[in-house]
């Protein structure tokens, strides 16, 4: 067996007296769509942020690959290939399309700082910008302000943004959220292509988004996580019914 | 006011993408093929109206000085073109990098101070062309930029305001302490004229200087713009409008506004050194607030949000300063006056409110706001008129000078009642027909921008 993509082991979070995520183990192996699911309030983004280091962790280990990234910070852990997305839409809202993608290839790519080189003239970067753009369906808006596209424009843009660097561990933060049923069904089967070959990690409260794109699925509540499984297996966990899903999870899904 | 400045197109010069990549971007269909044929043809250095534009500027700097020859007209010159490199070095700060500083005369003054120190060390026998001395000021600027901007760049927002803040008071109050290096009071002098002359120039005369500003003044800008179109200057808008997400694409915020700030200080030295140079005179006022504050309201009036923006505003101000300061004792209130009304309705500067108007002109609709400006002329008249009544009377009053105020040859007794009713009195007619006239501008703009979008859409 492959070293894990993403580890974490006895990780735990307190803002102050109040504890968040409360020593959890979790190991996703490489190439491997996992689900985190859970009741609102359960700690499913903070965990998000401690794995990507957008917050540091109270105590416990994160691993990328093997090597412990605990306490690096987010820029260095991107560098190391996990990229991430947010739930509330965070892009660059005053440069174009186009612009927001190609600043998320240019470290990826070894351009790092560099003051002599000029835009125009990178070719592989405006090659691989404009490709991710065909493939979020927003080439027909290359030039248009990132800030006035439409709110599903902006959820794709922040999927294309996150795999842009070609990161090959992506963690989406409930990437339909707020979008209607047709929507989802874009933006699920955009997931589904863009992450192909990589390692995907996504908090998503749409159940059918969940059973539909997760390999396996982990279930957290109160900061602890309950139960890893298949799909099947989670379904079919009473704990999970309980202590979550409850009835009307089982109505539903049993189909 | 609001809608108009809403609709005004938000990407300047600054942030506007590479308009052949903008053309090439759009092939409906991924795959690599389409994309590899595309990417084929770099685009050139210079596009043809870009390097027309470059052209047109090179020439005018070149010409200015056969219309402008008189003393006075050409020092007016060299003042602006240093100004112009100065607000340009601060907008790599405020407009692309979104870091609001109010200490960037350290930077100016360092330079202006190692060029004067170098120039006096030269001495007769110069081992260093007079003409390469402003890269000493650059270089200068450029290890202000290194030290102060490691502990200022952190954070962007307050923090970098009020550090910026504190760095300037701490260089001033520094170069009050230590008279040998900044001279006191008298500042520090000099005389440019040394060396051998090279083809005849001994940038003694102003004209020769002048040349020389403009040479470097071109340099800088291109090089400036230039870095607008790099991984760096895209990476410093990227920071500007969202360091957190630039950090989850792998940067680190604080180097990109360090970096920025150690290239921005570089010309801040640049400029510094000219003006050295230029008045062969440097004193502490030159890296004190009053100049930090003059460089922020040059870019700020002249537009930060476009690459040229600041250079309207170095011109604008440095005229206006001449110009107001020569016919009345109240120009620093008529300046603060001036600041503020951009700030409050015009806050994208003459640069944006330029480009609303281009994209009207551009659309053929710009006669369509015309008659609504012919409008609210009379009424901004009213108002002006009022207000330089009002703001004259109470100067002329405070100051208690026995002759009497004089306005269009005509003697005004500020001790009356009457007079200060009068003016009052016209300041309020302005207000009041500007508040009525005002909303037919918006609404005529309304109409003009629902067309001209309208037409897009279609």
Redesign the interface.
Known sequence: MNVPALQLTEVRKSFGQTVIINGVNLSVPQGERHAIIGPNGAGKSTLFHLA?A?FPVTSGGIFLKGESVTSL???QI??RGL??S?QVT???????V??NV???V???LD?????????????DA??Q???V???IGL??R??T?A??LSYAEQRALEIG??I??GADVILLDEPTAGMSKSETGDAVALIRRVTEGKTLIMVEHDMSVVFDLADRISVLVYGEIIATGTPAEIRANRTVQEAYLGTTFAEEHHD | MNDVRRAAP??GAA?S??P???E?????????GM??RQ?HA??P?LHRRRLFLWGALALLMIALPLVFNKGFALSLLCQISIMVIFALSYNMLLGQTGLLSFGHAVYFGTGAFATMHTLNLLGKTATLPVSMLPLVGGLAGLLGGVLFGYVSTKRAGTTFAMISLGIGELVASASLMFPAVFGGEGGVSGNRVIGKAAFGITFGPQIEMYYLIAAWTFVCMLAMY??T???????A??V???P?????????PR??RY?MMI?AGFFAGIAGGLSALNYEMVTAETLGAWTSGVVLMMAFVGGIGFFYGPIIGAMLISMLAIAVAGVTKAWLFYFGLFFLTMVLYAPGGIASLLAMHKRLWNAGQLTKVMPAYALVALPLLITFCGVIGLVEIAYHHAEGVDEPLQIFGADIDVMSAATWLMALLVLAVGLILLKLTWPRVSEAWRRVLAGIDGKEAA
């Open positions: 990507s957008r910070k987010p820029h991107n560098r990229s991430r947010f965070n892009i660059f809202t005053n440069l174009t186009f612009e190609r600043c998320s240019l470290w990826a351009y790092r700082y560099s003051f002599w080189q000029r835009l125009a003239a990178l070719r405006n090659q910008a404009r490709r753009i065909a493939e080439a027909h290359s030039d302000v800030g006035i943004i996150t842009a660097g | 938000k990407d942030n993408p590479e052949r990549c903008g090439q971007a759009s092939p409906l269909s991924p795959g690599k994309g590899d990417m770099v685009p250095l230039a870095l179109q790099t991984p760096l200057g895209r990476m808008n990227a500007r409008d969202n957190e997400r630039a950090q989850f694409v792998g940067y680190d180097w990109v970096i290239l």
